[in-house]
């Protein structure tokens, strides 16, 4: 098999597993798949949205470099956790705003997921192939943290942007609102905690704090989609 099949599948394999893994979840009324290849097709389109709408305005910004724990949190929030999922949540709207599958609360997860993994599923083709001579390692790093941080990341916005539809009209906009901040939260505190760890040395408070906080995250996702499946 040819250098870059192999480095094409180590990519993207990760990111189709986990799209496999809440599509089986919805056991009750599953999405057609074609409704799944397109919102991953807007996962791609965010990675975009990030280069040429947030790319330029970070550019004007100074953001101090990732080798001190200061800088670190301040690389992760601005150059990732803020634009991606605000990219993220931008192209979820704009594929579920008409869409009439989205019926019910686990839509918006497994929708949301599809979303992320189709970001997560880019953005590593391009790691993999800018790291070409150590693709299998930083493959197999970013399959375990990465991908499924993504993941992550897009249950929570998929929980949220269910609640905002279909749940109390009150909490509307609260919930919206969740839809972003959460995720650019877990996002921001997830690279930051990765970038603080290679700032210092790899010190075990960091380590033990990403630790915790993939474990909260891993835990907490599990809740959500339970929910999600008893209300639908």
């Known amino acids: ?18 799209i496999y893994y809440i599509y089986r979840k919805d056991k009750y009324q599953r999405e057609p798949v074609r409704q799944l290849l397109k919102a991953f097709g807007y996962g791609i389109l965010s990675v975009f949205v990030v280069l040429w709408i947030f790319g330029p305005a970070i550019a004007m910004v100074t953001i101090p470099e990732p080798s001190t724990a200061f800088g670190a949190f301040w690389n992760a929030f601005l150059t990732a956790g803020l634009p991606e999922e605000v990219a993220k949540l931008l ?3 704009l594929f579920l ?28 083709v391009g790691y993999l192939f800018s790291n070409a001579d150590a693709w299998r390692e930083i493959g197999l790093l970013r399959a375990i943290l ?87």
């Open 97 to 124: 705003r008409k869409n009439p599958y989205f019926d019910e609360y686990i839509d918006g997860i497994v929708y949301a997921v599809c979303v992320g993994m189709g970001f997560a599923a880019f953005e590593n």
């Open 146 to 232: 990465s991908i499924p941080g993504h993941f992550f990341f897009a249950v929570t916005m998929g929980y949220f942007y269910s609640k905002a539809v279909f749940g109390d009209p009150a909490k509307r906009i609260w919930n919206f609102a969740l839809a972003l901040l959460v995720p650019v939260l877990l996002h921001g505190l997830f690279d930051a905690l990765l970038m603080t760890s290679d700032a210092v040395g790899g010190s075990a408070s960091a380590i033990m704090l990403f630790g915790g906080l993939w474990f909260y995250m891993f835990s907490t996702s599990k809740k959500r989609i339970r929910e999600h499946l008893k209300n639908s």
């Open 91 to 93: 192209c979820l709207w």
């Open 1 to 18: 098999m040819p250098e870059v099949v192999k480095i094409l599948i180590a990519a993207v394999l990760p990111a189709l597993v986990l």
